[in-house]
């Protein structure tokens, strides 16, 4: 997968099919976009193209309290790549970009600039400064510019709607196998193992609570253990990158002041 990052040195991509956002987890519901994207690409002869932003729009926009990642930036690539998709570029979301209009971020980014054939979006996906882009707009805009809109409908596992927030809640409580289903593939953890301990490079990233759990390091099964400082260790790792997969709830810790109840 080629990644890029910034809008100064673009790549050159053939008859791209696009879509755009945050893709916090690239949980199932992100998947329904990613395989239509993906398909659009190969139907054209093209790529499949993911617009993402770094930082996530929320700390740029003041928004960021008490915010929790699913994906490092990393870890976001490295389960785009897995989804098929053949280049990520990766957006600078500073003050100035959060003010572009509908307008100039579909016409001038995505078109003129980036060369998207196909744009691929959300059922409810907004867009541009204040959000005023959505999929009516894009409507009202191919005609003029030249580009096809593919809209994908809302994603649900039985009767619960998956989202970025509805996961959050999930890890936050340890219910690792629970939000495995929501996002179709293990939590993920992708950093570097210095002296046993798992150092990750996002600051914002979501850990579930303290104890211990079943994992799977580069592959292979293995214990993790996260204290309650939120220091992630692998015992037995050796040093270097690691790709770490919960398989499982896990045992939480037992706080020490815990005394037991007397008969």
């Given at each position: ?257 815990n005394k037991p109840m007397k008969p």
């Amino acid at each position: 997968m080629k990644r890029c990052c910034g809008l100064d040195n673009l790549p050159r991509l053939c008859h791209p099919a696009v879509t755009v956002g945050s893709f916090d987890g690239v949980h199932g519901g992100h998947r329904q976009l990613l395989d239509r994207v993906v398909a659009e690409a190969r139907a054209a002869g093209g790529e499949s193209v993911v617009l993402t932003f770094e930082p996530h729009p929320r700390v740029t926009l003041g928004r960021a309290d008490g915010l929790r990642l699913l994906s490092s930036t990393e870890e976001k690539a490295w389960l785009l790549e897995r989804a098929g998709i053949d280049c990520m570029l990766v957006v600078p979301f500073d003050q100035d970009f959060s003010r572009m209009t509908p307008e100039a971020f579909v016409g001038d980014l995505l078109v003129d600039r980036l060369g998207a054939e196909t744009l691929v979006v959300g059922y409810n996906h907004r867009f541009g400064r204040g959000n005023a882009g959505d999929y009516d707009f894009l409507e009202r805009l191919r005609l003029s510019r030249g580009f096809r809109v593919v809209r994908v409908a809302e994603y649900g596992t039985g009767t619960e709607r998956v989202s970025s927030t509805t996961l959050r809640g999930l890890v936050a409580a340890g219910q690792m196998a629970r939000a495995a289903r929501m996002l179709t593939h293990p939590y993920l953890l992708i950093g570097e193992v210095r002296a046993e301990v798992l150092r990750n490079p996002e600051p914002l990233k979501l850990l579930p609570p303290s104890g211990t759990y079943a994992v799977r390091v580069d592959g292979r099964a293995a214990g993790l253990h996260i204290d309650a400082a939120g220091t992630v260790r692998l015992p037995g790792a050796d040093d270097g990158p690691a790709v770490v997969e919960f398989t499982g709830d896990g045992s939480p810790d037992i706080p020490t002041d815990n005394k037991p109840m007397k008969p």
